[in-house]
């Protein structure tokens, strides 16, 4: 899996190029997510996300994948999980401080970065926590959903006012 994980930051740039034909198809059947139902669709799909995406990014299921944002390098791979960036103690040959047989992370993000299109500008986006209740979801789901935002409900429609009942303006004589 490392070595797969390394050639795929190798190749940063083709796996930019094809996940962002990949999103835009993925994006375009949201008619049909929505119609067989997100909820429906979450486990299969997932499943799949997790084996194309372990096997070559040794992907970790956050749920809020940024792949295109670090080079094609999970940041979820890093000891520390730290999703914003190298820790303090990369050794001086660009190995972990925690993992020494393993290159940072970090430092495979910005070859990768390097590498990709968008990926030097990408890079620099700061990244949210981690919210927890999203492991295990599909991230690829969550960007048709977010990027296909549900039409606004229809207004309520105005209620005609009911006239009021008329009263008797006159007085009867004693």
């Given at each position: 899996m490392y070595s797969v994980r390394l050639w795929s930051t190798r190749h940063a740039r083709g796996m930019e190029k094809f996940y962002g034909a990949f999103e835009k198809a993925f994006v375009a059947l949201h008619?049909?997510?929505?119609?067989?139902g997100y909820e429906r669709v979450e486990k299969p799909i997932a499943a799949f996300e997790k084996v194309a995406k372990g096997f070559l990014f040794d992907c970790k299921m956050c749920g809020q994948c940024a792949l295109s944002s670090t080079g094609m390098s999970c940041s979820m791979n890093c000891p520390k999980t730290i999703r914003n960036g190298p820790c303090g103690g990369v050794r001086a040959n660009?190995?972990?401080?925690?993992?020494?047989?393993?290159?940072?992370?970090?430092?495979?993000?910005?070859?990768?970065?390097e590498r990709m299109v968008e990926g030097k500008k990408l890079i620099r986006i700061v990244q949210l926590p981690v919210d927890r209740r999203?492991?295990?979801?599909?991230?690829?789901?969550?960007?048709?959903?977010?990027?296909?935002?549900?039409?606004?409900?229809?207004?309520?429609?105005?209620?005609?006012?009911?006239?009021?009942?008329?009263?008797?303006?006159?007085?009867?004589?004693?």
């Open positions: 008619p049909l997510w929505n119609w067989i660009g190995h972990c401080e925690v993992k020494p047989e393993m290159r940072c992370v970090w430092v495979e993000a910005f070859a990768g970065s999203l492991e295990g979801k599909s991230s690829w789901l969550k960007v048709a959903r977010d990027k296909n935002p549900p039409p606004p409900k229809p207004a309520a429609p105005a209620i005609a006012a009911k006239p009021a009942p008329a009263t008797s303006t006159t007085t009867k004589a004693p």
